[in-house]
């Protein structure tokens, strides 16, 4: 569950959304394409969103706080720049339930404290 305590960190810490980082898939094609690694610079402890890729349509680029950063680094071990950044285990995009119920027991299974 590594990939769900990385997306919740990088949601959280940043307000990023869920299309920024899962994207939308949408008849059969990307509306908007999921976070790739090679939108994480681990040289430089930065983690951008393109330019017409956010809701809004305006790119970010976002200093990695130090617990961001190391969930990064994580979930980029053995993929290539072009690969999803939260892909899971099979090679496919995770796709997270819009139901809020469930945000609760994502976070107990990913070991994240809820305030």
């Not at 899971?88 to 976070?107: D, F, I, K, W, Y």
Request: charged fraction near 25%; aromatic fraction near 8%; include cysteine.
């Amino acid at each position: 569950m590594a990939w769900l305590r990385g997306l919740l960190a990088l949601a959280y810490t940043y307000g990023f959304r869920r299309g920024d980082l899962l994207g939308e898939w949408e008849k059969g094609q990307w509306k908007r394409m999921p976070m790739l690694c090679n939108q994480v610079d681990l040289l430089n402890d930065t983690a951008s969103l393109y330019s017409g890729e956010t809701k809004n349509g305006e790119g970010r680029i976002v200093a990695l706080t130090e617990e961001c950063r190391l969930l990064v680094t994580e979930l980029r071990k053995g993929k290539q720049p072009e690969d999803f950044l939260f892909m899971q285990q099979r090679g496919a995009c995770p796709r997270l339930s819009r139901n809020v119920g469930r945000a609760h027991q994502s976070c107990r299974i990913a070991r994240i404290a809820i305030p």
